[in-house]
Structure formats: structure tokens, C-alpha cells
């Protein structure tokens, strides 16, 4: 199985910040990478999928970049609503797998 | 707008076989194209992929549980159902179903499903 590392585990930043998670597979998965949004109790949301592909309706302060082993999940400007857990995935080979998730949190 | 809605109990005996379903509307799992999966969540975890069934009938399980899942589709009644057979309380966690290609794009709300006796 492909392992997907998440850092930080968890995060406290203000409203207006420039945050940045990042997400180190195990393994090349080329450009095969995710990212998702889950607030408690909701269903994950998915932000970006092919690393760097915005999902459609998704403020475009979330922007995603790498390939290979090494992704970035960038928020540009925090807003009250993202404050959530972020999860990386990998669907370049099955099992599909998805990082540990960082917590992004209000300082 | 595709949706989907998980059902089944929401406590399971251990040993027994967890069922539930999930209903697609808003489109059809017999179109092609997209896998159709499930996933948990234990509390206060992270997500775990459980496995996925194609349009075909094709599937493939993670290996971690794939001796104990069964995936199966009823195109007839747009839904697609995940068992899990012989559940310990490690197998409590929220469920989810969603849709697939590379991504997942459309996730149904989960449903808990807790395994006690």
C-alpha cells in the first residue's frame, strides 16, 4: 500500500493567513493526488483532485501543487468557514489511501 | 445533481454481518464511468477506503478487509450495498458511499454504524 503522510497533524492559524499543508506519499503516485475538506460531522468535500485541479464552486484561495511524492495544499487567505480537517488521498494504485488529516484550527 | 444516501442499521451484533445500502439519484451507477465506493471513518479518525464496484459488476476490496467485504450493485434500483462479515467493535465507525473516478466527487451524509452486543 502506498503510504500518505500528512504534516502538520494540526494547525492554529488566524483569519487572513497564508496556510500550507503539505502531503508526502510513500511512493511515486505521479499527479494522482486529492485533496478534501471535512467539517465535524459532515461527509468530506473534495477542494482539489489531480493536485492542482480546482473542483468546481470552490473559492479559488485553495490551490494545490506537486507531482510524485511531494503535495502542497495552499489556502491563500483563511476564512472563518475553512477551518475543518484536511485529507490528502492517493488514487494512483488501489487500495486508494488517504493521509493522517490536519486539523486547522482557530488561534 | 447527484446524491446519496446510505441505510442500514445503525447497530450490529459481533460476529454478525454488517449490510448496509446506498441509493444513488441524480444519475445512473449503470452509466459507466465511475466507480462506485465505500469508505469509513472511525471516531475521531481518519478515512479509510474500504473498496469499490464498477458499472460491470467488477470490483476490488482493500486488502485489509477483504476477506470479510462483499461490494454488490442493483442497477435496478440504482443502489449499490457494502457487507462486511464477522464485525469485532473495531469495525465501529460512520460509514460512507460516494462516487468515483479518480477522485471522489459526490459522498452520501454516512451513517453510523456501531457493533455491540
Known amino acids: 500500500d502506498i503510504q500518505m503522510t500528512q504534516s502538520p497533524s494540526s494547525l492554529s492559524a488566524s483569519v487572513g493567513d497564508r496556510v500550507t499543508i503539505t502531503c508526502r506519499a510513500s511512493?511515486?503516485?505521479?499527479?494522482?493526488l486529492n485533496w478534501y475538506q471535512q467539517k465535524p460531522g459532515k461527509a468530506p468535500k473534495v477542494l482539489i483532485y489531480?493536485?492542482?485541479s480546482l473542483q468546481g464552486g470552490v473559492p479559488s484561495r485553495f490551490s494545490g501543487s506537486g507531482s510524485g511524492t511531494d503535495f502542497t495544499l495552499t489556502i491563500s487567505s483563511l476564512q472563518p468557514e475553512d477551518f475543518a480537517t484536511y485529507y490528502c488521498?492517493?488514487?494512483?494504485?488501489?487500495?486508494?489511501?488517504f493521509g493522517q488529516g490536519t486539523k486547522v484550527e482557530i488561534k | 445533481q447527484v446524491q446519496l444516501q446510505e441505510s442500514g442499521p445503525g447497530l450490529v451484533k459481533p460476529s454478525q454481518t454488517l449490510s448496509l445500502t446506498c441509493t444513488v439519484s441524480?444519475?445512473?451507477?449503470?452509466?459507466?464511468?465511475?466507480?462506485w465506493n465505500w469508505i469509513r471513518q472511525h471516531p475521531g479518525k481518519g478515512l479509510e477506503w474500504i473498496g469499490y464496484?464498477?458499472?460491470?459488476?467488477?470490483?476490488y476490496y482493500n486488502p485489509s478487509l477483504k476477506s470479510r467485504v462483499t461490494i454488490s450493485l442493483d442497477t435496478s434500483k440504482n443502489q449499490f450495498s457494502l457487507k462486511l462479515s464477522s464485525v469485532t467493535a473495531a469495525d465501529t465507525a460512520v460509514y460512507f458511499c460516494?462516487?468515483?473516478?479518480?477522485?471522489?466527487?459526490?459522498w452520501g451524509q454516512g451513517t453510523l454504524v456501531t457493533v455491540s452486543s
Open positions: 460516494a462516487r468515483g473516478s479518480y477522485y471522489l466527487d459526490y
Open positions: 441524480g444519475g445512473s451507477i449503470s452509466s459507466g464511468g465511475y466507480y
Open positions: 464496484i464498477y458499472y460491470s459488476g467488477s470490483t
Open positions: 511512493q511515486s503516485v505521479s499527479s494522482y
Open positions: 489531480t493536485a492542482s
Open positions: 488521498q492517493q488514487s494512483y494504485n488501489t487500495p486508494w489511501t
